[in-house]
T-cell receptor
Framework: EDQVTQSPEALRLQEGESSSLNCSYT??????LFWYRQDPGKGPEFLFT???AGEEKEKERLKATLTKKESFLHITAPKPEDSATYLC????????????FGPGTRLSVLP | KAGVTQTPRYLIKTRGQQVTLSCSPI?????VSWYQQTPGQGLQFLFE???????NKGNFPGRFSGRQFSNSRSEMNVSTLELGDSALYLC???????????????FGPGTRLTVT
């Protein structure tokens, strides 16, 4: 059965304290893995698309990496404005345009 | 470029009623997907429309339906509302990527539906 898990469920960091979020997936025929950021009461905001193992994408303090079984979102020197829920989603070959989302990691960055 | 818009932003309905939610995709995007987000189940796929045709459907009862118009705007309808239908309903739009471009799906702000 295809599934996406994320860890940790919640993470509290001090400003400037770097860390990584994990997204593990089991899916037949991965077409793409996507990272989103969601603020309370808002829709998810697109961050990255990753297609193949070894691929990396960067944006400001965020870097996403992909292996055959998992993806990491590395946050370098986070700021309080990075506080949000980070969601990963997979698109499989037999899903069409359907995404399967993980439960998310709730990140809090304290000043 | 304007983003994905959804109306209304908030709705309160009573059990047994029906509701229609609207989504306008980013200009040029022909694919519209709908998702339900709840604290317990997270984000779950409802259905996806492309060029007025439903291409993919999630595991939801037939009370949930949708349609897409020729201008790519989409509506979803929920009939005979139940308390468990209370959720944030999100619409997302995307376009077919050109060679060398990444696939990207953009979400609207959502419609918060409360069923009492």
């Amino acid at each position: 059965e295809d599934q996406v898990t994320q860890s940790p469920e919640a993470l509290r960091l001090q400003e400037g304290e770097s860390s990584s979020l994990n997204c593990s997936y089991t899916v037949s025929g991965l077409r793409g893995l996507f990272w989103y950021r969601q603020d309370p009461g808002k829709g998810p905001e697109f961050l990255f698309t990753l297609y193949s193992a070894g691929e990396e994408k960067e944006k400001e303090r965020l870097k996403a990496t992909l292996t055959k079984k998992e993806s990491f979102l590395h946050i370098t020197a986070p700021k309080p404005e990075d506080s949000a829920t980070y969601l990963c989603a997979v698109q499989a070959a037999n899903y069409g345009q359907n995404f399967v989302f993980g439960p998310g990691t709730r990140l809090s960055v304290l000043p | 470029k304007a983003g994905v818009t959804q109306t209304p932003r908030y709705l309160i309905k009573t059990r047994g009623q029906q509701v229609t939610l609207s989504c306008s995709p980013i200009s040029g995007h022909r694919s519209v997907s709908w998702y339900q987000q709840t604290p317990g189940q997270g984000l779950q796929f409802l259905f996806e429309y492309f060029s007025e045709t439903q291409r993919n459907k999630g595991n939801f009862p037939g009370r949930f339906s949708g349609r897409q118009f020729s201008n790519s705007r989409s509506e979803m309808n929920v009939s005979t509302l139940e308390l468990g239908d209370s959720a944030l309903y999100l619409c997302a739009s995307s376009s077919l990527p050109l060679p060398g471009q990444n696939y990207e799906q953009y979400f609207g702000p959502g419609t918060r539906l409360t069923v009492t």
